[in-house]
């Protein structure tokens, strides 16, 4: 099946510092890669739909200039979340789309002090 | 606006105990339906994609069936293994501009499967 790979798996910062996460679908080729946010005991949120080569889409209530989101190529989406606070600690999940189909990455376990 | 709504929230089984997980949705013309497994720090597995009414898919010890309002994830003699947290995900079939394949997720079912 799909593989999709997520780089850190978890991430210590500090607040007011920026940290980089990475998406790679390894075995496919992805046009639309997707950014989800997931706090304890919640369902996954959308945070916003991220297309090669063009803007991110992001979801209502979504600060774009907070969370930066690149499709450089079509295998590779990066989140950068910008100058970090406490309530940003949260689990970021991102998915690869193939034939209507997502397949998840394993998760990033984002903690700011 | 999709809507995804799951229930129990939470349920515990004996092994061998069958039961079954409800996903009820509202959406604008669907294009799929899903089912995910998430165990605790992982990313969701892909389980099943279901496209119309009465399309049944299966599994090992899980079946998912789909009406007009709802799906079913079944679950026969289930193992401690089974434990996890089951998700149920909508694709509608005219998503906004530049939303793609957009998912919209229900808050899950935590199965708790026990010996």
């Known amino acids: 099946g799909a593989v999709v790979s997520q780089h850190p798996s978890w991430v210590i910062c500090k607040s007011g510092t920026s940290v980089k996460i990475e998406c790679r679908s390894l075995?496919?080729?992805?046009?639309?890669m997707f950014w989800y946010r997931q706090f304890p005991k919640q369902s996954l949120m959308l945070m916003a739909t991220s297309n090669e080569g063009s803007k991110a889409t992001y979801e209502q209530g979504v600060e774009k200039d907070k969370f930066l989101i690149n499709h450089a190529s079509l295998t590779l989406s990066t989140l950068t979340v910008t100058s970090a606070h406490p309530e940003d600690s949260s689990f970021y999940i991102c998915?690869?789309?193939?034939?209507?189909?997502?397949?998840f990455g394993p998760g990033t376990r984002l903690t700011v002090l | 606006e999709d809507q995804v709504t799951q229930s129990p929230e939470a349920l515990r089984l004996q092994e061998g105990e069958s039961s079954s997980l409800n996903c009820s949705y509202t959406?604008?013309?669907?294009?799929?339906l899903f089912w995910y497994r998430q165990d605790p720090g992982k990313g969701p597995e892909f389980l099943f994609t279901l496209y119309s009414a009465g399309e049944e898919k299966e599994k090992e010890r899980l079946k998912a069936t789909l009406t007009k309002k709802e799906s079913f994830l079944h679950i026969t003699a289930p193992k401690p293994e089974d434990s996890a947290t089951y998700l149920c995900?909508?694709?509608?079939?005219?998503?906004?501009?530049?939303?793609?394949?957009?998912?919209?997720f229900g808050t899950g079912t935590q199965l708790k499967v026990e010996l």
């Open positions: 959406v604008s013309g669907l294009r799929g």
């Open positions: 995900a909508v694709q509608a079939a005219h998503p906004p501009p530049g939303g793609g394949n957009k998912l919209t």
């Open positions: 998915s690869a789309g193939s034939n209507n189909e997502q397949f």
């Open positions: 075995d496919f080729q992805a046009t639309t």
